[in-house]
């Protein structure tokens, strides 16, 4: 952000807030929409030359009586505000990594006419999990709010429809990782993590490394997604 930016910003927040209090002015969608602007213009990453990415998801707090105000008019304003974010990415040459989601919430903080804006790049997923259907999985993969199954012998994950795993950000590669998995004596299952020559690498609960063991919890970064493992009790185990 440079120095002018940060000084609008403050100067804004200051007129914002005298208003506020003088006024107790509701929130107008107007300057919702700018903000959102400012927000996926303050947070971008370069991705290459002509192509940044911005966030995707957001927050808008509200105080409880502009939250109420708002309320009969939230599904069509997210959709409107949506819209007008598309064409401002669209023009800006910014890439979303999923769909634009826009949700409206409470803060106790904020009194009438003050709102703030949380953003995050939260990038779609889709998975072919037939295999399921033929084996319960013991491992399973957590993206983005959706769970996948980890089974012999491998699941391949990507942006490109060739992956197991279709993961909507443009930071990860047409194929980008493989969890190998294999059967181990007793049940069990050995799972590992390996690159496969993706342009941005992986980072393994941290560390950028090619291949690793992966255990319950470990976390896996491609892109701006992150990858979680978590061991699946087995429902016929009493001990």
């Known amino acids: 952000m440079s120095g002018l930016q940060r000084f609008e910003q403050k100067l804004e927040q200051l007129i914002s807030g005298a208003f506020a209090r003088a006024f107790r002015s ?3 969608p107007v300057e919702i929409s700018a903000a959102l602007q400012r ?12 192509r940044r990415l911005v966030p995707n998801d957001f ?9 109420e105000r708002l309320s009969p008019y939230d599904n069509a304003m997210a959709r409107d505000l949506a819209d ?21 919430e409470s803060a106790e903080d904020l009194t009438t006419g003050r709102f703030r804006i949380r953003s ?38 990507g942006r490109g429809s060739e992956s197991d795993i ?37 980072l393994v609960d941290g560390r950028k490394i090619d291949r690793a063991p992966v ?7 491609i892109g701006n997604t992150e990858l979680v493992v978590r061991v699946v009790p087995d429902p016929t185990d009493r001990s």
């Open 59 to 67: 927050s808008v707090e509200l105080s409880d009586t502009d939250l």
């Open 26 to 28: 509701a929130v107008q």
């Open 166 to 202: 279709r993961i909507s950000d443009p930071g990860i590669s047409r194929r980008h990782v493989e969890f190998v998995v294999a059967d181990r004596p007793g049940g069990a299952l050995d799972v590992s993590v390996r690159d496969l020559g993706s342009t941005n690498g992986m």
């Open 120 to 157: 995050r790049a939260q990038a779609s997923v889709t998975g072919d999990d037939h295999r399921t259907r033929h084996r319960t999985p013991q491992v399973q993969l957590e993206v983005n709010g959706t769970s996948h199954p980890l089974l012999p012998p491998g699941v391949v994950i």
């Open 84 to 104: 007008q974010l598309q064409d401002h990415a669209d023009a800006q040459g910014y890439v979303f990594p999923g769909p634009v989601h826009i949700a409206f």
């Open 215 to 221: 255990t319950d919890g470990t976390v896996v970064r």
């Open 39 to 50: 927000e996926i213009d303050n947070n971008t990453q370069i991705l290459s030359r002509d």
